[in-house]
């Protein structure tokens, strides 16, 4: 299935397959709880999480250890890693497809959840993403992505204008207003116990 943008195209297939055979390991679950416990420290009452680009859903595994019982539900373009999610997401709560034809939700997730995944979306369509995660929330979104104050496009893994850096979060609340900085913070690729890529993350509450 064609996609509008090369990025789409470039998960659905098969680069985002690689992906996946790359990132089932689960020290990355233990790594990823250890992340979203210290991020999500400041909230309180989640009961149900969305993440936009969930690949197999390590993620929300770790969400699962963390808030035991939590409703999951996760948008994923490739389909490899839709099969993969399936096994532990209700299959009505995955959406198969890109962020930019997930249509605007009807109900509201405690937790909007995007991590390591709006690096890799074309410029031109981050408002849309920007108003997809805002519509979804309902109390808190956490952005975990590679920063930079100003907008600019490196090489990823060969490829070019597929990983672009930018203060999404700041982004964010410019265009939203009822988004409200509640903590950041960074995690290091050298950390001796949970190391994952080098990453900024930002918990904004929706007020």
């Given at each position: 299935?064609?996609f509008?943008t ?12 690689e ?21 999500l ?7 149900s ?9 390590l993620?929300l595994?770790?969400?699962n ?8 539900a996760a ?13 532990f997401?209700?299959a ?5 497809g ?5 249509p605007?939700p ?14 890799h979306?074309?410029?031109?369509c ?7 995660l805002v519509?979804s929330c ?28 930018r ?25 001796p116990?949970?190391p ?9 509450e929706?007020?």
């Amino acid at each position: 299935m064609p996609f509008e943008t090369e990025q789409e195209n470039f998960w659905a297939g098969e680069f985002g397959n690689e992906y996946i055979v790359r990132n089932k390991m689960s020290a990355l679950v233990a790594s990823n709880a250890a992340f979203l416990s210290k991020a999500l420290s400041r909230t309180s009452g989640i009961r149900s999480c969305i993440e936009f680009g969930a690949n197999i859903g390590l993620n929300l595994v770790a969400m699962n250890t963390i808030f035991p019982g939590i409703e999951l539900a996760a948008i994923e373009i490739n389909e490899a890693a839709v099969k993969r999610l399936r096994d532990f997401v209700p299959a009505e709560n995955v959406f198969h497809g890109s962020i930019l034809d997930f249509p605007l939700p009807p109900r509201f997730w405690d937790l909007v959840l995007i991590k390591g995944v709006l690096i890799h979306i074309n410029p031109d369509c981050l408002p849309n993403v920007y108003e997809k995660l805002v519509s979804s929330c309902k109390k808190y979104l956490l952005v975990g992505e590679y920063y930079n104050p100003t907008p600019v496009s490196i090489p990823y893994r060969g490829h070019e204008n597929k990983l672009f850096k930018r203060d999404f979060a700041g982004e964010i609340m410019e265009s939203h207003p009822e988004m409200k900085l509640l903590d950041y913070g960074f995690i290091y690729r050298r950390d001796p116990n949970f190391p994952q890529d080098d990453m900024t993350w930002f918990l904004m509450e929706k007020s």
